[in-house]
Each structure stands twice: as structure tokens, then as C-alpha cells.
């Protein structure tokens, strides 16, 4: 009889750890798609995360950043005095206006132009996506070049056009102009 105990003990043993086993694979089935991501998402905390709280930190602090110094904590001091420069406010402006300008150019006119494109076919097709492609794989210095060219003061494309359609007679200086410098930006980077 105490053979037959310990042989349905025994028994009963497997089934728990069996069932023990199945319940411990089940639980790393679930986290089997987090423990891929994890080399991602340290790497993201590193690359990422660590600089932009050592940024916060550094906000608080005095530096000159050169090797052997110390930094100093100065509390809010740098925020009153940034706050009281007189090119704060036209910062602001300026990202604002980059901001909201930027958007036409990087989500609603793309969209339009794809569907747009969307119904070409063959070549005609090919040849949109070409001119619309471009730009992306050109290097930015060359990219920065053709604007230049485009752009210059004396003899560039966009003023001798505008002085052969008559709208106007002097040279615009495009890129040291403020009013134009903020626009062609605009242009440039969308």
C-alpha cells in the first residue's frame, strides 16, 4: 500500500512541475517580444535619455565646459537671464514660425502630391517619384550650393528672373535680408 502512495505522490509531483514548466514557458512567450526590444531601448536611454537629463542638470549649473574646471550651481539664475536677454522673444518667434511653417511642407503638401501621383502610371509616374526623390539622397552640401546659386545676390537665377519679368531692378540680397532670409529658409528646409 505505501508503494502505491508514493508511486500516485510521485505521480502527482510530475503533473505540478509539468504544469509549473508550462506555465513558466507561457510567461516567457510573453515577455519573449520585450526581451528582444531591450537592447533597443537601452541603447535609446543611452544615446537619448542620459544626454538630455545631463542637459537638464547642466541648465542649474555655471561652466565654461573647459577641461579641468568644475561647474557651479547657480540655481535659476540662468533662467532669469535668459529670460530678460532682449533675443528672447524673437527666438521664440522664430521657432514658432519654423514650426508651424514647416508643416505644410512635411506633411500636407507630400500628401497631396502622393495622391495626387497615386493614380500615374509607367513613366510619367517613375519620373514624378524621381523629381520628388532626389533631393532626399543629394548631399546637403550640394543641395546648399544649388540654393546658393539659385539665391546669389549678383547673378543668380531667381534675381536675373526677376529682372527680365520686370518686377524688379535691384538685386536682392536673398540670404542677408531678414524678411527673405526667414522665408527662404523655410523653403529650403522643407
Given at each position: 500500500?505505501?508503494?502505491?502512495?508514493?508511486?500516485?505522490?510521485?505521480?502527482?509531483?510530475?503533473?505540478?512541475?509539468?504544469?509549473?514548466?508550462?506555465?513558466?514557458?507561457?510567461?516567457?512567450?510573453?515577455?519573449?517580444?520585450?526581451?528582444?526590444?531591450?537592447?533597443?531601448?537601452?541603447?535609446?536611454?543611452?544615446?537619448?535619455?542620459?544626454?538630455?537629463?545631463?542637459?537638464?542638470?547642466?541648465?542649474?549649473?555655471?561652466?565654461?565646459?573647459?577641461?579641468?574646471?568644475?561647474?557651479?550651481?547657480?540655481?535659476?539664475?540662468?533662467?532669469?537671464?535668459?529670460?530678460?536677454?532682449?533675443?528672447?522673444?524673437?527666438?521664440?518667434?522664430?521657432?514658432?514660425?519654423?514650426?508651424?511653417?514647416?508643416?505644410?511642407?512635411?506633411?500636407?503638401?507630400?500628401?497631396?502630391?502622393?495622391?495626387?501621383?497615386?493614380?500615374?502610371?509607367?513613366?510619367?509616374?517613375?519620373?514624378?517619384?524621381?523629381?520628388?526623390?532626389?533631393?532626399?539622397?543629394?548631399?546637403?552640401?550640394?543641395?546648399?550650393?544649388?540654393?546658393?546659386w539659385l539665391f546669389h545676390p549678383?547673378?543668380?537665377?531667381?534675381?536675373?528672373?526677376?529682372?527680365?519679368?520686370?518686377?524688379?531692378?535691384?538685386?536682392?540680397?536673398?540670404?542677408?535680408?531678414?524678411?527673405?532670409?526667414?522665408?527662404?529658409?523655410?523653403?529650403?528646409?522643407?
Amino acid at each position: 500500500m505505501s508503494e502505491v502512495k508514493s508511486i500516485i505522490v510521485s505521480e502527482q509531483g510530475k503533473k505540478v512541475n509539468g504544469q509549473k514548466n508550462r506555465r513558466v514557458a507561457r510567461s516567457l512567450i510573453k515577455w519573449k517580444p520585450y526581451l528582444f526590444l531591450l537592447p533597443a531601448i537601452l541603447l535609446l536611454g543611452v544615446w537619448m535619455y542620459k544626454p538630455l537629463l545631463s542637459t537638464f542638470v547642466l541648465a542649474f549649473q555655471k561652466w565654461s565646459m573647459v577641461p579641468g574646471t568644475e561647474p557651479i550651481a547657480v540655481g535659476l539664475d540662468n533662467f532669469i537671464r535668459l529670460f530678460q536677454t532682449k533675443d528672447f522673444v524673437q527666438s521664440i518667434e522664430n521657432t514658432v514660425f519654423y514650426t508651424v511653417g514647416i508643416l505644410p511642407f512635411s506633411i500636407i503638401i507630400p500628401m497631396l502630391l502622393a495622391v495626387a501621383t497615386n493614380g500615374l502610371n509607367g513613366r510619367v509616374k517613375n519620373v514624378y517619384r524621381a523629381m520628388f526623390f532626389i533631393p532626399m539622397i543629394l548631399a546637403p552640401v550640394t543641395v546648399g550650393a544649388i540654393w546658393r546659386w539659385l539665391f546669389h545676390p549678383a547673378n543668380g537665377l531667381v534675381n536675373i528672373t526677376l529682372q527680365k519679368l520686370g518686377i524688379t531692378d535691384a538685386n536682392i540680397s536673398f540670404f542677408t535680408d531678414p524678411v527673405y532670409a526667414k522665408w527662404l529658409i523655410l523653403l529650403m528646409t522643407g
